[in-house]
């Protein structure tokens, strides 16, 4: 079982940058590709950047390439998001996902998320 608790959302202006994290207790963090996922109000829940166990693959969704980074600490069982050039339809509940596979799609644990909200 893996435990999954984000944090650092909030009410930020477009243009404006955030950094999401999430914290990971349970079964070895390590051995999970961590993932990024967003539901905006009204809209189906979407993928937003995977990294896998080692930190050294990554892989973004294009509406957020170039803007997005997704990091990882191991040794402080953290995954982040690292969101730049904030935009009005970056609006959406954030949740961080752990999975075996590096894939993007069935996922094996959620997070309860955090609320993102972009004012123009």
């Known amino acids: 079982q893996v435990q999954l608790v984000e944090s650092g959302g909030g009410l930020v202006q477009a243009g404006d940058s955030l950094r999401l994290s999430c914290a990971a207790s349970?079964?070895?963090?390590?051995?999970?590709?961590m993932g990024w996922f967003r539901q905006a109000p009204g809209k189906e829940r979407e993928f937003v950047a995977l990294?896998?166990?080692?930190?050294?693959?990554?892989y973004y969704a294009d509406s957020v390439k170039g803007r997005f980074t997704i990091s990882r600490d191991n040794a402080k069982n953290t995954v982040y998001l690292q969101m730049n050039s904030l935009k009005p339809e970056d609006t959406a509940v954030y949740y961080c996902?752990?999975?075996?596979?590096?894939?993007?799609?069935?996922?094996?644990?959620w997070g309860k998320g955090t609320l993102v909200t972009v004012s123009s």
């Open positions: 996902a752990a999975n075996r596979g590096y894939v993007t799609s069935g996922m094996d644990y």
């Open positions: 990294i896998d166990w080692s930190g050294g693959r990554t």
């Open positions: 349970g079964r070895t963090f390590s051995a999970y590709a």
